[in-house]
Structure formats: C-alpha cells, structure tokens
C-alpha cells in the first residue's frame, strides 16, 4: 500500500476529535475564529493535519469536492457561527448520515459522510 | 447395557430393532428416547470410553482447501464423540435461518422453526443449560443497558454454557436400560444392501484385532459426525459414488463458521458497550462474553446477498491469540479428561498488540476526557452451502481399509460480502449511537485479498449430506431419511442444510430428537 494512503489509529482519532471540537473553523467570524482556534490549538495542538489528510483522500474521489463546497455553503445559510452550533448540527447530520448508510470509508475507518466532508473542507481552506 | 465388541463373549452378528452408529451427541440423544421401550434398540461406537490412538487414527485425513485443523484433532472418536472436547455454547439457529432466501442458492429447510420448536424445549433439558433463551431479554439478567442498534439491522443473541459431556453424563443411564445395548470398539466399515441398493440390510462391524460381523435391523441411523458420516456413505461400493449418492451431494457443501477479525472498535471503557460485553463473572451461565450481533437479512436493506454474520467483541484479545489457542485446545482435548477441559481456557494469553491498543486507549483518554479501548471485532461468518467445499477420499486406507477423508474446505466470494456488510451496518450503528467507531480490516474492503491467515474455524462440520425435499438438491429427506435408502437415517449436523451463525450441538440434539420421535412412530 502506498504510504501516503494509510491512516493510522491515532491519526483518524484525533481527526474525529478535531471534526467533533473544530470543525467549521474557517468560515467563522473572524473573532470567533480566533477564540475556536486557541481553544482548538490547545485541545488538538498538531493535529489539526490529520483532520486535513483525512479531508484530502475524500477531495481524491469524484464529486466529493462539489459536496464539500455544498456543505459549506448549508453551513453558511444555517448561519451556524458558533463552535457549539456547528457542532450539534454535525452531531444531527452524524447520526442521520450513519441511519441511513451515508458513509465514508477510508482505510478501513468508517466515518459519517459529514464527517469526511468537514474534513474536506478544512483541507480546502 | 455397555459391552466391548472385542470380547470373545460378545457374538460377532447383532440384531436390533434399531442400530445407531455413533455414540455421540446426536447417537446418545436418540437411544436414550427410546430407554424403557419395547424396541431393542443397540448403538454401535467406534472407541471406546476414552482417547486412544488406534481409533483416533481413522480421523487422520489431509486438508487440501483453506487451512485448517488437523482432521484427527478437530473430533473425537470414542464415546460422548466430539462433546468430550466441544466449547459447550449453545445457541439456537434463528426462525428466519429456515427459510429459504431467494438470493442464496441452496437455502431454506424443509422444516419451520416452530416444529422444531418443541424439541429446542426438551433439549435444553439434555444440555443442561435451563430456560433455551438467547435474545435480548438476558440483559435485564446481566443488569446491563445494551447498545440500543435499530432492530431491522442488527439483533443481539447470546451464548448459553453447557457443561454437558454426553459420555460421562448419560452413560450409566443407558447402561442401566434394558432394551439398550452399547457396544464399544465396534467400527462400521461396510454396508450391505438389497440388490437395488435402495434398503440396507446391514452394516459390517470389524476391529483393529481383526473381529468381524454383521448388525442386522430394519432400521438404521448414522451418526457419526459431518465429516465421517460422508467418508462412510462415500466408502461404501454400493454404487461408484458411494451409498445414498444419486444427488452426488454425499461430502459436498461442506460448511464451517469461519472465525476471523474483521476489524476494531474504538470504544470508551465506560460506554455500555464495553461494560454490556464484558465478562459476567456472576452469570458464569450467561456467555455473555460471546454475545455478539447479527446483522437481519432483509433485502429492503441494500446490499444483501448474504446470509448472515456474527460477531464477538473481546477486550485485549487477538485473533492470532485465539487461533493458537484453538489449536491448542485441539490438541490438548484428545489427552485431557472431558472434566478438567471446562478450567482449559483456549484464549490463553495476551499478544504484543495489546500494547499498541492500550496506547490508543491513552492518547483517547486524553483526548475525550475518558479512557477508551480498542476491541477486536471476530467475526463468525455463515457460510454460504457451495457444492465445490467438500469431504472426499483420499487413496491412503486406515487400518480398517477404509479410504482416508480429504477436506477441501472453501469459502465464497460471496461470504466476504457477507463480513463487508455486516461491518459496514456495524460501524454505522455503533456510529450513530456514539458508542464506539469501527476500523474495517483492509481484506474485508479489497475482494482480491485473500482470507487472512489467522481466521480459524469452530470444529463444526455440517451440510455434508444436507436435507431437502428434492432428492436432487438433498442427501435426506425432511425426516432426514437418506433420499436414495428407505431405511437408513442421519443424525447430526450433516444434515442442516444452511447453518446460521449458531454453534451446532443445541441443534443436533434437539434434530436428534425430532429423528427419535419419527423413528418411534415407524418402528411401532
């Protein structure tokens, strides 16, 4: 398998915590931004790449950077600038995705579909 | 009565109302029906009451598909069979197992689970394991809040321990009855049929010491294990392919519940589902160890081509682990005293990865606030019945002249389907109730990979003369009377023609049973 394809344990689990902490960071409002991104850098320190590796292997398939942009632009009409917005309303599409199969899985780690899309869109930005 | 076929006292031709051959779990279960009954009944046993090497050779065979146990460690040829050495979980196979599911060829019995309801009740009794319940309500039992999964994708069953070791438990029973004769050390090697080959009239019965006759009945039932029930039909020169063989289907279909990891899961150590799969010292009747999962067959679900997977969740444990031990279990069960095989725990010890796994659990306490572990996810697969996986003869004879058994065990792969599907609903389960996420093992994803060298099997040979009601798709009949020999029956799990996730001996007994009933009837 080629290096750049594998993803270890600890890197799509702390990817998750970033998903779960951080995620919608770049679109905030630029104090928020910065408040989410201490308490992130805090909590995840380095880790936010691996939420960005993640991202890029979804970015690889076909289609998934037009979800990815879409994702962004709900996250932006739902007008869901705080970190604990964002979070409930990923936590809401997290369980919808996994109901109905709506999966992504990467080396064998499954994730929910809005999970690998966030993470796209953090390798986006 | 139990006598020793060697003795010179013993005359060397027999006749009974009823000769059954193989005194194990489904042989005992069917004479012990008939004990006090006006039929002589007499049941003919290769060995003797314990492990000897003489008779344990006639196992010796060759494995030519995917690996597996040496063919003379994964039975046992003296009284009590192979229930002197089995793990003794029972579980039942599901209602829905029965039926015929149009996308697996080959499925379906020709029987429901409600007639064989009943003697799942009365069976219960004779492994001793109480009230035949498997579903989720053991969980009020256990004290334990379960996973709540969506019932339309995943059920949870559990394992039930049975002490029960048919030879010890049942013999001074069958010894004290009167119409009951036992006969050790006495290997059927030969059958003997009317011209047409449509009625067997007797088998011929010889020993290592060069003792021969004949047992003489009007009825017969073979119960000799899923492997050695097809080598004894296939030896036979009744016809070129053997006794009962018109369908050809005498050794094929061969199935066994392939164990294999399948991935992990990352849970916390508090989370109900760690705590629901975690030993239950309390409950030592409740293997609530091996409770595991199985994802519904419904084809409203996309996907579905399979049957059915199970699943056990074990904290700290690797396959690898369980595979040695498994062979070890294997090869220590011939020597050891059926007794003292309950302390033998076959997951002897622990592997370097648990290591790795407790640093994981590190770093996510770290990051979550709460201590999480990894979980080996082993899947107990059902097989899909496939004619190419089958028992035949080899050219090599054992002492008796008998042809050697081959197993050429196969998979499908279909059966890989079956572990990608169910892993996939599992780690969506396990997803949206937040209990834990799940890593899929990269040859459950990749259909060119081949089968991982650490999966294992559970010792359970079934499908090698299936039953069906068409004699070209069987080897039985719905009485599991062989299709193509009026009066010769099977007993045990040979005859199951699609096997469920569920260990095979609850059933067997509970076929066994069911046969003893019917036999009651005819003999009458």
């Given at each position: 398998m080629e290096a750049k394809k594998l993803l270890p344990r600890r890197a799509f689990l702390l990817a998750l915590t970033a998903v779960a902490f951080s995620l919608g960071l770049p679109f905030r409002r630029a104090a928020a931004q910065r408040e989410v991104a201490r308490s992130v850098r805090e909590l995840m320190q380095a880790e936010l790449p691996a939420a960005r590796s993640i991202g890029h292997f979804y970015l690889s398939e076909p289609g998934h950077r037009q979800s990815a942009i879409e994702t962004l632009k709900e996250l932006q009409r739902l007008q869901l600038w705080r970190p604990a917005d964002i979070a409930r309303h990923i936590q809401a599409r997290r369980r919808s995705d996994f109901s109905h199969g709506a999966v992504f899985v990467q080396d064998g780690w499954v994730f929910a579909d809005i999970e690998a899309r966030i993470c796209a869109i953090i390798a986006l930005t | 009565m139990i006598v020793d076929y060697r003795s010179s006292e013993i005359p060397n031709d027999i006749t009974a109302d009823l000769i059954v051959i193989g005194g194990g779990a489904a042989g005992v279960t069917i004479c012990r029906e008939f004990i006090g009954r006006s039929e002589k009944v007499c049941l003919l046993e290769a060995g003797g009451f314990d492990y000897d090497e003489q008779s344990q050779d006639s196992y010796r065979g060759k494995n030519v598909g995917l690996p597996y146990f040496d063919l003379e460690n994964c039975r046992l040829r003296y009284f009590g069979g192979s229930t002197n050495h089995w793990g003794g979980l029972c579980l039942r196979i599901e209602p829905a197992d029965f039926k015929e599911r149009s996308w697996i060829p080959l499925s379906g019995w020709p029987l429901t689970h409600e007639e064989l309801s009943r003697f799942y009740q009365l069976a219960a009794e004779i492994v001793e394991i109480g009230e035949p319940r498997f579903d989720e309500s053991l969980w009020n039992d256990l004290d334990t809040q379960p996973p709540q999964f969506d019932p339309h994708k995943l059920i949870t069953r559990f394992g039930r321990d049975s002490p029960t070791r048919f030879g010890s438990q049942y013999r001074e029973e069958l010894k004290k009855a009167e119409n009951i004769t036992i006969y050790l050390n006495a290997n059927v090697t030969k059958f003997a049929t009317s011209a047409a080959g449509d009625h067997l009239d007797s088998v011929q019965i010889s020993t290592y010491q060069g003792k021969h006759g004949s047992a003489k009945s009007n009825a017969f039932v073979l119960a000799t294990g899923g492997i050695e029930n097809a080598r004894l039909l296939l030896n036979s020169d009744v016809t070129p392919s053997g006794l009962g063989n018109s369908s050809g289907l005498v050794g094929r279909c061969f199935m066994e519940h392939a164990h294999v990891s399948s991935g992990l899961v990352a849970s916390g150590v508090d989370s109900a589902l760690r705590v629901a799969f975690d030993k239950h010292p309390t409950n030592p009747g409740l293997n609530a160890f091996y409770a595991g999962w199985r994802a519904v067959h419904d084809r409203r679900f996309p996907e579905h081509p399979f049957g059915i997977a199970y699943n056990v969740l074990r904290h700290f444990e690797t396959v690898a682990t369980a595979l040695y031990g498994k062979v070890a279990y294997n090869e220590f069960g011939k020597f050891l005293d059926p007794a003292d095989l309950r302390s033998f725990n076959p997951h002897l010890a622990l592997a370097p990865e648990v290591q790795e796994q407790e640093q994981v659990a590190?770093?996510?306490?770290?990051?979550?606030?709460?201590?999480?572990?990894?979980?080996?996810?082993?899947?107990?697969?059902?097989p899909r019945p496939n004619p190419d996986s089958r028992v035949l003869l080899d050219d090599e004879r054992d002492q008796l002249g008998l042809r050697r058994a081959v197993l050429d065990w196969r998979l499908m792969?279909?059966?890989?389907?079956?572990?990608?599907?169910?892993?996939?609903?599992?780690?969506?389960?396990?997803?949206?109730?937040?209990?834990?996420?799940?890593?899929?093992?990269?040859?459950?994803?990749?259909?060119?990979?081949?089968?991982?060298?650490?999966?294992?099997?559970?010792?359970?040979?079934?499908?090698?003369?299936r039953m069906s009601r068409d004699q070209d798709k069987g080897v039985v009949d719905p009485d599991c009377r062989m299709h193509d020999v009026d009066n010769l029956y099977i007993g045990g799990s040979s005859v199951f023609p699609t096997v469920g996730f569920s260990n095979p001996t609850f059933t067997i007994v509970s076929m066994s049973l069911r046969l003893a009933e019917h036999l009651k009837s005819k003999l009458t």
């Open positions: - | 590190d770093i996510c306490a770290t990051l979550w606030g709460r201590r999480t572990g990894m979980m080996d996810v082993l899947v107990r697969l059902e792969p279909e059966d890989r389907k079956t572990v990608a599907v169910f892993m996939k609903t599992l780690a969506s389960e396990l997803g949206r109730l937040e209990a834990g996420r799940v890593k899929i093992e990269e040859w459950v994803l990749n259909p060119a990979s081949p089968w991982p060298a650490s999966m294992y099997a559970g010792n359970h040979h079934m499908g090698t003369t």
